[in-house]
């Protein structure tokens, strides 16, 4: 076998071992797509329940809870982003991570300090690669989140947002979530939204009053909201770390189904080459043959 | 008439149907819900809740905080963990 040849058939033994690995890649993502997809649909009516509670208590209640009110003179603001913990999903982490830079310009240009809280390894490494200050990371469970992990975050994010941000360093007046929206299998999108202070709807007179009733609170609605704040900010944060990881498995099944069909071309066109060359080495080889026979049948017709 | 009860968790929806009695533990002690009560809004400690089916049955669940809320009939409990 031609040196050519051999390097043709090595190439295409590496590309087809690739190819094995981005295949099953491609499947096992297929698999957890559909289980991500479940657990967001089964978070659901926590979520939309909570929402509704949330603003009818907000709404109908006079109480100025530290929560729903913005700062005067807010100093510094938190961005959580959510990315994944491994790669090989295309542009999911980076989209979400840019989508931190722009949000984050956009803060210092309103003159507000900005701390970072990164979950997935692959945000904290990026933060870590250019030396910036982390104020929280988390890794680990970006591809199947627990409640327990989405308390752990929305516990040091309130913890800090209590704090009072112009004594204390830790503090935050303001919280932003970066998440990977699920919207549907092909279409995954990096969005920014403001958390804290909460954006409650003013619905006072003109509100659909068939719709929130005026609940009696118990034991009072100053109490129900400092119960009900908390678990609020765990639901959207579990909320949007489930979609997130939806969002990373669809991701990482569509970039690992390029690869598969990048190297089902790569091999097409290696065993082309490798044909071509095996094809040249044959016809080389009749030539010297013919050539050879030639030379010594001329070589013995000359002697007679 | 009954009441349209949800029992749910941020994981699962626990159980949901229609249930003509209602009750759990707030902080500031047991609640019965009946039909027509009017629209409040609880806070709940651990303990249980009691939901009294319309064919009858009673089912219980253990409960770790969470809230409860009433509006016209219709009853919903959100809660960290029910079983």
């Known amino acids: 076998m031609g040196a050519q040849l051999r390097i043709y058939r090595r190439r295409m033994r590496s590309v087809k071992a690739t190819k094995k690995i981005t295949k099953a890649m491609e499947l096992i993502s297929a698999s957890r797509i559909v289980k991500a997809q479940q657990r967001v649909a089964a978070s659901t009516p926590y979520a939309n329940e909570l929402t509704r509670a949330v603003s009818a208590v907000a709404s109908f209640s006079s109480t100025n809870h530290p929560l729903t009110t913005p700062s005067e003179n807010p100093k510094r603001a938190a961005i959580l982003i959510i990315s994944a913990d491994r790669g090989m999903a295309g542009a999911y982490s980076n989209n979400a991570i840019k989508e931190g830079e722009q949000l984050a310009a956009m803060i210092r240009e309103r003159g507000l300090e900005v701390s970072n809280y990164l979950v997935g390894r692959k945000a904290v490494n990026y933060y870590k690669f250019r030396n910036r200050d982390i104020a929280g990371s988390w890794t680990g469970f970006s591809d199947n989140p627990t409640y327990e992990n989405a308390k752990e975050v929305a516990e040091a994010l309130i913890s800090a947002f209590i704090a009072d941000a112009q004594t204390d360093n830790a503090g935050v007046d303001e919280i932003h979530i970066i998440f990977t929206e699920f919207k549907s299998m092909l279409t995954q999108n990096a969005m920014a939204k403001r958390m804290l202070p909460l954006e409650v709807i003013e619905s006072s007179a003109p509100a659909p009053s068939g719709l929130l009733p005026m609940y009696e609170f118990e034991p009072n609605a100053a109490e129900v909201l400092n119960a009900l704040l908390p678990r609020y900010i765990e639901a959207r944060i579990f909320n949007a770390m489930l979609q997130s990881a939806a969002s990373e498995h669809a991701a990482r099944r569509r970039a690992m189904k390029s690869a598969t069909d990048n190297a089902d071309d790569l091999i097409k066109s290696l065993t082309r080459l490798a044909n071509a060359a095996r094809q040249a080495e044959i016809t080389q080889e009749i030539s010297e043959i013919v050539g050879g026979a030639d030379a010594l049948a001329s070589a013995s017709a000359g002697s007679e | ?83």
Not at chain 2, 11 to 23: D, K, N, P
Not at chain 2, 41 to 69: C, M, R, Y
């Open chain 2, 1 to 83: 008439m009954a009441l349209n009860v949800e029992l749910v968790s941020p994981t699962q929806q626990v159980w949901s149907g229609q249930a003509t009695f209602v009750s759990a533990r707030t902080i500031e002690g047991d609640l019965g819900v009946l039909p027509g009560h009017a629209p409040l809004f609880g806070v709940l400690v651990d303990g249980a809740v009691s939901i009294k089916s319309v064919d009858g049955t009673t089912k219980e669940f253990n409960v770790q905080g969470g809230f409860l809320s009433v509006s016209n009939d219709r009853v919903s409990i959100l809660t960290e963990s029910a079983n």
